[in-house]
């Protein structure tokens, strides 16, 4: 069953801007991951917060995770056009061994 | 360059043929893993291998079988193929269960 949803699931913005996109899951979770994909290409991972951490960032990128509101936001600052994908977020529930639950993804588009 | 490789890129079956996708990383990463990709339902997790000679099942593993007799190579067999399972099939690998996963760029099936 799917754990992450993405929320919202399409996002048009400019560039030079900021996307936020949110993550909810059902279950408590190890880690949450959050992957990028372009068009008709594989899912490229971006980063990953563990259970106990609050925050993480990776360059341009922003994670947070709240534990007690089972969500977790991807913040891309500075937006470029290259950034047009789609986003994904996934769990890994359990003992880990049973591969990563995915949500359905946002579409982002930077317009030039 | 390290990854990888899916074959074939794409291919249209008729249905009750039997059909392996191939999937061959040289990372030396112990997990592998099989989804399929379908529109507006995201990745669903079909069979996953945490290490060579084990597998399990995922989310949506009937009509499917897996095998893992060596480190490198996790092949995805359908026995007979339905229409149902039409869709984009990724493999991807990881460390470690719980680390981050590195997909291939896909295989695109049709069962007509």
Redesign the interface.
Known sequence: SQQGEEDPQALSIQEGENATMNCSYKTSINNLQWYRQNSGRGLVHLILIRSNEREKHSGRLRVTLDTSKKSSSLLITASRAADTASYFCAVYSGGGADGLTFGKGTHLIIQP | IAG?TQAPTSQILAAGRRMTLRCTQDMRHNAM?W?RQDL??????IH?S?TAGTT?K??VPDGYSVSRANTDDFPLTLASAVPSQTSVY?C?SSAE??S???????TRLSIL
């Open positions: 990888i893993y989804y507006g339902l995201g990745l669903r997790l996953y945490n399990g995922g989310e990724f991807a269960p719980l981050p996963q590195h997909f291939g760029d896909g």
